[in-house]
């Protein structure tokens, strides 16, 4: 029973690092789960992708809490939730199956959205797991293999990241993220909501 987190930005690769991992586990017939978010109330087969056409069957689900009654979560020693930012009942099926069920679970997804916000319930799994890794994309304002750490949001469109809404994103590093938000002028709010705890309820104040 262990717990693992990949998180990072849009366009970091998670799918390949964590095609990677499956593919170790695959070499030694390891039985395997992924799960991965439906739009819809359907279950549906689906696959995750990497850049490079490399793919693996996921099952595509519009939450995690039925899962556990299907065969093949029975089965699975490793259980894999892809896209997990977009589960609302991540925190409670994760912790069953690792703490109950007895299952390695692998989470990944976005830890912040396009204003630097948490996003899902990811981040609230830090303080249970084994390992958490953070991957990086590369900036694309600097050009040069600088890491983007962030994902910025080209339009002015509000809502927080969806599915099928790639192209509006970008990676950015710190320094071009800060300049895209007007000089770092947009810091000064939230370090007086922090020293007050008002008006931010994601953190828990
Ligand atoms: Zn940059």
Redesign the pocket.
């Given at each position: 029973m262990s717990l693992e987190l990949i998180v990072g930005p849009m366009f970091a690769g998670k799918s390949s690092h964590l095609l990677s991992i499956i593919r170790r586990y695959q070499s030694i017939q390891y039985p395997i789960l992924i799960l991965t978010s439906a739009l819809d109330n359907r279950y549906e087969k689906d696959a995750i992708h990497s850049h490079n056409h490399e793919s693996y069957p996921a099952l595509a689900v519009p939450e995690l809490k039925y899962v556990s009654q299907r065969k093949e979560y029975a089965e699975a020693k490793i259980v894999i939730v892809e896209e997990s930012q977009f589960f609302e009942d991540l925190f409670g099926f994760t912790l069953q199956a690792v703490e109950k069920d007895n299952k390695h679970v692998i989470v990944v997804g976005l830890d912040g959205d396009s204003e630097r916000r948490p996003f899902g319930q990811i981040l609230r799994l830090v303080p249970y797991c084994d390992k958490i890794t953070k991957i990086t994309s590369f900036?694309?304002?600097?050009g040069d293999g600088?890491p983007?750490l962030f994902t910025h949001r080209k339009t002015n469109e509000q809502s927080v990241i969806s599915v099928g809404t790639a192209n509006d994103y970008e990676p950015?590093?710190?320094?071009?993220?800060i300049q895209e938000k007007k000089g770092g002028d947009f810091l000064k709010g939230t370090m007086m909501n922090v020293q007050s705890c008002e008006s931010i309820d994601h953190w828990g104040c």
């Open positions: 900036c694309s304002k600097c600088t983007a950015l590093c710190r320094k071009h993220f």
